[in-house]
């Protein structure tokens, strides 16, 4: 499986931006999927997951109430709205994916997100 982000950029706070997350090879393994992101200096962090049929969503507090995650199977895509975007929210964003039979996960290369003040 591959996973690739797209939708990063530069924003000031109170913006918006839509991160992707397409995936190709053996998609028909994939369960759950997340974003996760690594600010500098600090530890990589759940942001938000969303179950293989995508009717279980589970969000960081840090979060909740400003972005949303959701998954197109048909698009093998994933994505993760961010509104009401703050400084604190700068970080890359990464895709993760989980095996379905083996619970390997799987990473893409990340996307730089960064809100100005």
């Known amino acids: 499986v591959q996973l690739v982000e797209s939708g990063g950029g530069l924003v000031q706070a109170g913006g918006s931006l839509r991160l992707s997350c397409a995936a190709s090879?053996?998609?028909?393994?994939?369960?759950?999927m997340g974003w996760y992101r690594q600010a500098p200096g600090k530890q990589r962090e759940l942001v938000a997951t969303i179950t293989k049929g995508g009717g279980s969503t589970n969000y960081a507090d840090s979060v909740k109430g400003r972005f949303t995650i959701s998954r197109d199977n048909a698009k093998n895509t994933m994505y993760l709205q961010m509104n009401s975007l703050k400084p604190e929210d700068t970080a890359v964003y990464y895709c993760?994916?989980?095996?379905?039979?083996?619970?390997?996960?799987?990473w893409g290369q990340g996307t730089q997100v960064t809100v100005s003040s």
């Open positions: 090879g053996s998609t028909f393994s994939i369960n759950a």
């Open positions: 993760n994916a989980q095996n379905i039979a083996t619970f390997v996960d799987y």
